[in-house]
Nanobody
Framework: QVQLVESGGGLVEPGGSLRLSCAASLRTFSSYAVGWFRQGPGKEREFVAAISGSGGRIYYAESAKGRFTISRDNTKNTMYLQMNSLKPEDTAVYYC????????????????WGQGTQVTVSS
């Protein structure tokens, strides 16, 4: 059973920044693609970003392009989501995910999820 522990959520004003982290209990972390999804109030869960095991392939949702950056440190078994220029519509619970093999934007591709961390963008 994979354990994913997220941190870094909180309350931020519009235009501000937050960095989410997610530590994974995996022996071969570099063999796993990792990503982030989010679920806003009254909304469906949606893809945000994903990165391959080596970091060579990265995917972003249109809403994240130019503002969010996904990264990983395979020496620390940790993934990150740097979020800049945050907007009220970015308010959501953010979930980290992992899957063995290639990265995908499909929610059905991920069986292992973190517990979620709340991000609230409000003045």
């Amino acid at each position: 059973q994979v354990q994913l522990v997220e941190s870094g959520g909180g309350l931020v004003e519009p235009g501000g920044s937050l960095r989410l982290s997610c530590a994974a209990s995996l022996r071969t972390f570099s063999s796993y693609a990792v990503g982030w999804f989010r679920q806003g109030p009254g909304k469906e869960r949606e893809f945000v970003a994903a990165i391959s095991g080596s970091g060579g392939r990265i995917y972003y949702a249109e809403s994240a392009k130019g503002r969010f950056t996904i990264s990983r440190d395979n020496t620390k078994n940790t993934m990150y989501l740097q979020m800049n220029s945050l907007k009220p519509e970015d308010t959501a619970v953010y979930y980290c995910v992992v899957r063995f093999g290639y990265a995908t934007m499909a929610i059905s591709g991920y069986a292992d999820w973190g517990q979620g961390t709340q991000v609230t963008v409000s003045s």
